[in-house]
Nanobody, 124 residues
Framework: QVQLVESGGGSVQAGGSLRLSCVAS????????MGWFRQAPGKEREGVAF???????IYADSVKGRVTISRDNAKNTLYLQMNSLKPEDTAMYYC??????????????????WGQGTQVTVSS
């Protein structure tokens, strides 16, 4: 059974930082493209950052320069370090796994496995 379990969300003030984690089980983690998505109330889910099997990374323009995605294959864990947080970063954040990611920008339909999400709230 595949499981993706996120943690690390919380409430912070604008300008603050958070580090999200996602632990994967039930998949050959190192062989998967991993991604972080987010969904704010009333908005569509959007891709935030992706890390491919070769550790190359892709970022959405809205977060470029403020977030860093990384992976630890030994721990089956995905991370998202978020700095200089803004109120518009408030959303539920989900990690997801894909056997193959579309280049140059992965699509949601690439991802067959999803976590339950962790809430990030940024106050002004």
């Amino acid at each position: 059974q595949v499981q993706l379990v996120e943690s690390g969300g919380g409430s912070v003030q604008a300008g603050g930082s958070l580090r999200l984690s996602c632990v994967a089980s039930g998949i050959a983690y190192s062989m998967y493209c991993m991604g972080w998505f987010r969904q704010a109330p009333g908005k569509e889910r959007e891709g935030v950052a992706f890390i491919l099997q070769d550790v190359s990374t892709i970022y959405a323009d809205s977060v470029k320069g403020r977030v860093t995605i990384s992976r630890d294959n030994a721990k089956n864990t995905l991370y998202l370090q978020m700095n200089s947080l803004k109120p518009e970063d408030t959303a539920m954040y989900y990690c997801a796994a894909a056997a193959f990611c579309t280049w140059p920008m992965p699509r949601q339909r690439d991802f067959g496995y999803w976590g339950q999400g962790t809430q990030v709230t940024v106050s002004s």
